[in-house]
């Protein structure tokens, strides 16, 4: 495992730097001494907000990366049709309405007149460039899988024909990679290969960035639905690493919002009055992946043996404090997803002595590998993991990188194992594609696991607009992937962020904080 600096002088950098550059107009250095920003008359809708993070996002480029970092990012500067709704279904934004002509038609009607922070007019040509776009991406290979034709019905409207139903298909559209970029600006950065100035109709135009360190915005006055602007002057997004400075920045009042609370510092939050503590059951999956194709990982009794050795309650533990629930499943299902089965098969528990057994049939008589990490609360779990795999012989080296070359580890199959979140869809057909096809290679099946029985099913899934019609094949996914154990769920843990306890605004959804835009004083 790679040696890291001292937690205290993390948290001293951190916090100094936040001091000197991070706060915000509306934040004093006597609220600072104070811990905390004085409070305010009445709503104020032009605060300066300051957001941290754990991670940097990768590009301002939609489709080259689906990480949480880079969809909430974009998420402020670009539009999409559908945005998340609370359950990561899908809620109108650039879209004003929709209907489905038949089971293989749907028409989407934009705003008229949306304005981009260019001063141009986004059109249905733009929007059918980047949708085109992404179909042909990685991000995107399985969920426009079924879609055969994007095309224009009139200057607002277009059409998307699929080869069949697909009753998800506006949920899809929520996708990053799905984000509208105005024609002309996308192919300019494209053949400069420069992402740096994005351009978009989001509620926030883009100001600087500093890699690594803080993305601001500036809001945008000509947001098409002024009804829905962004309720803040401006927003800077603040990278701090470490969990415990990401708290400290909220105590002192150098940033207002937490957006990836560091569940080692729950109960000194919730004991002091200043500060408040926002939870919500997620969809939010922890798991240990296992890249199926490099040697013992190709044996499913070798993935089994797996699943048996790892304590996930000691996971759930020392990665959350507990707050969360064990998932013993290996489809990435949360509890909230359509059809979800909590032990399909009843097949899995911690049971080292049935991992070995696994392990003995399968031949396998131990051998090296290596655990990618890029998160504290992961690095913690893998400490637990390591000792678990080490019983059955398992020898497991930990390694942390960066979050910007993951997605690189997993393409370039560096990533024999690792342990990572997956935010999962309600619709099992939005993720199960990505995750377990070879649609997904080189995308978010960071697994490389495949099936054409599995392929079969999945299709059978989406043959119906009706739940109960398509709940069964998802209950008969999950247990067919039980027996194939192409990776092993871990728990499923709580949205959590942190603010001080006059900010206004917070939304969390089944995936993590969002809609930065509400935030106010």
Known sequence: MKYRRSVAGIILAAVIGLTIAGCSDNKNQS??????????????????????????????????????SNVYTLANVYSRLFRYSENLGAEKELCKDYERISDTEWHFTIWENVQCHDGSTLTADDV???????????????????????????????????????????????????SIVPQSYCEKAIAENNWSHPIGSGRYSFDSRVIGDTIKFKRF?????????????????????????????IETGAADFNAEFATADYKRV?????????EKDSQMVWHLGMDNTQQWFNNKLVRQAVNFAVDRDACL??????????????ATFAPTVMGAIENPLGMYSYDPEKAKELMKEAGCPGFETEIIVFRDEAERM??????????????????????AVFASYIADHRAPMFIT???????PDLFLGRRFTEAGFGGVNRVWYSNQ????????????????????VYEEIQEFLAEEAPEADLFVSKTLALSNNRLKGVELNAERAGNYYKLHY
Do not use: H
Not at 145 to 164: A, F, L, M, P
Not at 243 to 248: D, L, P, Q, V
């Open 31 to 68: 609220a600072l001494n104070n811990n905390i920003s004085q409070p305010s008359a009445e709503d104020n809708f032009d605060a300066d907000i300051t957001v941290v993070q754990a991670v940097d996002m990768v590009s301002f480029d939609p489709i080259q990366s689906s990480d949480m």
């Open 317 to 330: 533990q020392v990665g959350y404090e507990g707050l969360g629930k064990v998932v013993w499943n290996c």
């Open 421 to 427: 979140s997956w935010g999962c869809y309600e619709d």
């Open 453 to 472: 029985k599995l392929d079969l099913m999945i299709a059978q899934g989406r043959e119906n607009f009706e739940e109960e019609k398509r709940i069964p």
């Open 221 to 249: 006055e000509g947001y098409f639905d002024q009804e829905d602007r962004a309720l803040n002057k401006t927003l800077t997004i603040k990278i701090i690493p470490e969990g415990t400075a990401r708290t400290i920045a």
């Open 270 to 278: 919730v004991e002091n009055p200043a500060l408040k503590l926002w």
């Open 382 to 403: 893998a400490i637990v993991a390591q000792a678990n795999l080490a019983e059955i012989g398992i020898q497991a080296k930990i390694t942390r990188i960066e979050n």
């Open 128 to 178: 059918i460039y980047c949708l085109n776009r992404a179909k042909g991406s990685s991000i995107m290979t399985a969920l426009f899988q079924q879609v055969e034709e994007i095309k224009k019905v009139d200057d607002n409207t277009i059409s998307i024909t699929t080869d069949g139903p697909y009753p998800s298909l506006p949920t899809a559209l929520t996708n990053v990679a799905t």
